[in-house]
């Protein structure tokens, strides 16, 4: 998208190719009259009372859940998730925006410390000013909502720069925070390039920012917020292993691998992509978890029934059956699937690949974003560990075990933002949620390891003279 006079972007549905909407790219104009509305937000904003953020928030959940429908298939046809999933998304918007209403005043609160000397001193969380968020299509109301909810619990307002195929979703965001209430400028969707997003890193207006992206995209990002000196939270993708040992409870671990991996399409950063199996029961697993795959029901994603819609662009779609073929050159099975059904729209089969711990194969190295699942067999658990942690990414992990002092000593060898034991990673916001390695810096949610991220650790050190 370029930043052109008179530009346009467009949502396409990726189930048919018909265009849903169309938007005017902002004019330098626009972008500076929205950055003035941030700034000057910010100036009462930062000095209301909790009551009045928490009255907003919970007003925000009202209304997301009133529009739950429009908001649902606004999401379906933007970009293909299935209806029912795009519904839970909803409702998880909600539930995030009244946690930080029913908590972040405890999260905010001045925390004293004992300097001595008759000193009193406390550290106080005061708000940055604005914060640029540079948004995904995959999950475009929770993804916004996820940063938002802290964010502006802390008194900062919050300038949403979305992918441009899910520009509606955007517009309904800010829609939802205009009629709970907010004041102009608290909550601000701007339709703009991402080059030019990354120029405004450095406007005086925007005092830090909020990506989640691939890993190109932090390395941009963070260099204009490093040339800055703006504080930067880089959410980025992720390649997680889904370990499964030998005693691991094989029905349930089956049924949430299944989930994990094609919840949203496969379309998640959290999404598990390497299944590692120890040898014992590897080959039940791999039967088990092709045929579950394969019975996923593929169709509408407007139809309740449906659990495998589109890929979100068509280019996305070629790119990832492009890893599956190279896969295959270079020894991976294909277990299931691995073709792109001859029809309109970015549609690919829900596919497993079996490959060997020492493959060359692409479905190990590279985040496949997409349905495409990667098992491979190791010996024991310190194969399983060695190959999980042989990734450049470490976002979230899933580790699969009956003997949880055995998970939680192994854990503290996994390479990863987030461990989670006999269950998939996901996403809370009671619980920290980021990575380490190409899989980003910073934390969101988990109370206030997010609040924390844009606000001023000032201490206050009051001596009487």
């Known amino acids: 998208m370029s930043q052109t006079a008179g530009a346009v972007v467009e949502s396409i549905d990726p189930a048919n190719n018909e265009i849903v909407g169309t938007y005017e790219v902002f004019s330098e104009g626009q972008i500076d009259a929205a950055l003035d509305l941030a700034h000057g937000a910010f100036r009462e904003y930062r000095r209301a009372p909790w009551a009045a953020r928490a009255e907003l928030l919970n007003g925000v959940a009202r209304e997301l859940r009133a529009m739950k429908d429009e908001l649902a298939n606004t999401v379906s046809r933007e970009m293909g998730k299935p209806i029912t999933e795009a519904e839970a998304e909803v409702e998880k918007c909600a539930w995030a925006a009244e946690h930080y209403a029913a908590h972040g005043e405890g999260y905010l609160a001045p925390e004293p410390i004992d300097a001595g000397e008759g000193r009193r001193v406390s550290v106080h969380k005061r708000p940055l ?8 299509w995959n999950y475009p109301l929770w993804q916004a909502m996820r940063a938002a909810a802290p964010i502006v619990s802390a008194g900062n307002p919050f300038v949403l720069k979305h992918a441009s195929n899910v520009t509606g979703c955007g517009l309904l965001l800010e829609q939802a925070f205009e009629r709970a209430g907010a004041a102009p400028g608290v909550f601000k969707t701007i339709v703009v390039s991402g080059r030019k997003a990354s120029e405004l890193i450095g406007d005086r207006r925007i005092a830090g920012v909020s990506l989640t992206g691939s890993d190109a995209a932090g390395v941009s990002v963070g260099e204009a917020a490093g040339r800055a000196i703006k504080p930067a939270v880089l959410e980025l993708g992720g390649s997680d292993p889904f370990i499964v040992l030998g005693d691991a409870n094989l029905e349930k ?5 299944v989930t994990a991996r094609f919840q949203n399409t496969g379309q998640s950063c959290i ?7 120890v040898e014992s029961i590897a080959e039940e697993f791999e039967e088990r978890f092709a045929a579950a795959a394969k019975s996923l029901r593929r169709g509408a994603p407007t139809d309740p029934e ?6 979100a662009r068509e280019d996305l779609r070629d790119e990832l059956a492009g890893i599956v073929r190279a896969s295959e050159s270079a020894g991976a ?3 299931t699937g691995g073709k792109a059904p001859d029809e309109p729209g970015a549609w690919y089969e829900a596919t497993v690949v079996s490959a060997t711990a020492d493959s060359d194969a692409s479905v190990l190295r590279e985040e496949t974003f997409g349905p495409v699942a ?3 067999r190791v010996p024991d658990e310190a194969a399983a560990i060695e190959l999980a942690n042989e990734s450049e990414f470490g976002l979230g992990s899933s580790l699969w075990t009956e003997d949880l002092e055995r998970a939680e000593k192994l854990s503290a060898d996994i390479e990863a933002g987030m461990v989670f034991v006999n269950a ?4 809370d916001p009671r619980i920290p949620f980021g990575g380490v390695k190409r899989s980003g810096i910073g934390r969101e949610l988990g109370g206030e390891f997010g609040i924390r991220a844009f606000v001023n650790m000032q201490a206050v050190a009051l001596t009487e003279s």
């Open 129 to 136: 000013g604005p914060i640029l968020a540079i948004m995904p």
């Open 253 to 257: 671990a089956v049924a949430t691998a």
């Open 271 to 277: 999404a598990a992509k390497r299944f590692i199996v």
């Open 306 to 311: 449906t659990q495998l819609g589109p890929m």
């Open 333 to 335: 099975r294909i277990l």
């Open 374 to 376: 990667a098992v491979v």
């Open 424 to 427: 998939m990673t996901a996403s």
